[in-house]
């Protein structure tokens, strides 16, 4: 190659590096409805990426965000990789861009359960932020009024439990397989519960026309309750994965497939995940209505251990056992999925 085309390759290349960038995208299916970022994406030792998922219709400015293990430092990140550029804000000198997102974009909170790693992030940005419901169940919204938002480990921005109230959030209460408008929004969002070891998670259909994403909470498979609350949602969920509206299903594999059967503390390994993914096949009529189907693999456990990559071992896992065609995706902070 003549050295002066490579100089003007160079040139060329090095100039769109320097421009800013298009908020570039993890992964796009063809025709999408919906766009995930991910704020926060594991568990563990990693505070800062804590599960937390912004899921937007495209060409709206109206999103939820499932769970908030990590809220501020995911949004910051975010913009900073130029994530949220696409999110058609009403621009604001006085705030970043971040900020708008927060203040404009996010209209809710659904929270899975009150462990730390879901709502740490909420409690933190909760001063910055603005009015907005929070949809769970009663369990989990006892929780977080009663020993969260409670004066004492934090002030009260709840609009219930200990006075004085600031009033900030408003709780709503979900109530299994009932679906509900979320204010000034045109998404639709349905819960059933979860069994998580000693509380109740939660998993939330998030609806908008005809298209719906899965967002599902912490959850164990390997006991009784465990199996029969995912079989709860499989049903549930199964016309919509049969006529192709269900974009996404964001689930957990905490940890590797090497982690014995006592040591779950409610949650899943990768055969866990394979054979309830089976069982929504099986639910559905055939594992061909599942091929193809994405799955956001969230919650990997990130530990102080020598020469262990959790995610990397779980993906490996969940690639040697999946015989059902299933498209795994690794969830990452700051990236960006359109399902
Ligand atoms: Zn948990
Ligand atoms: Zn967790």
């Excluded at 003007?8 to 570039?24: D, G, I, T, V, Y």
């Amino acid at each position: 190659m003549p050295i002066q085309t490579l100089n003007a390759l160079k040139k060329k290349f090095s100039s769109l590096s320097a421009q800013p960038a298009e908020a570039p995208i993890t992964f796009a299916h063809s025709n999408p409805s919906f766009e995930i970022i991910a704020l926060g994406a594991r568990s563990g030792v990693l505070d800062g990426n804590m599960s937390s998922y912004m899921i937007r219709p495209l060409g709206t400015n109206e999103a939820v965000l499932c769970d908030a293990g990590t809220l501020g430092n995911g949004l910051k990140r975010a913009e900073k990789k130029h994530i949220l550029n696409d999110i058609p804000v009403d621009l604001d000198p006085s705030l970043t861009r971040a900020g708008l997102v927060l203040h404009q974009t996010i209209r809710a909170y659904l929270i899975s359960h009150a462990h730390l790693d879901h709502v740490a992030g909420l409690v933190l940005s909760s001063p910055d932020d603005t009015a907005k419901p929070i949809y769970a169940f009663p369990q989990t919204r006892e929780i977080l009024s009663e020993h969260l938002f409670n004066n004492r480990v934090w002030g009260n921005m709840g609009n219930q439990g200990a006075e004085p109230h600031i009033g900030k959030y408003h709780y709503k209460d979900m109530t299994p397989g009932q679906t509900e408008r979320i204010t000034h929004t045109q998404l639709d969002i349905t819960a059933w519960p979860l069994a998580h070891g000693n509380t109740t998670s939660t998993a939330f259909l998030i609806k908008h026309n005809d298209h719906a994403v899965l967002y599902m909470g912490d959850t164990e498979a390997n006991t009784e309750e465990g199996k029969a609350h995912l079989n709860t949602v499989w049903q549930a969920i199964a016309p919509l994965v049969k006529e192709g509206k269900l974009k996404a299903i964001i689930m957990e594999a905490t940890y590797p497939d090497g982690r014995a059967d006592n040591a779950l503390f409610g949650h899943m390994r990768p055969k866990d995940l394979l054979q309830a993914l089976r069982d929504l096949g099986h639910e559905c009529g055939g594992r061909h209505y599942i091929r193809g189907l994405q799955v956001l693999v969230t919650h990997v456990k990130e530990t102080f251990e020598s020469n262990t990559d959790n995610t990397r071992k779980i993906y490996h896992n969940l690639q040697d056992g999946n015989d059902i065609g299933i498209h795994f995706i690794m969830a990452e902070q700051s990236a960006r999925y359109l399902v």
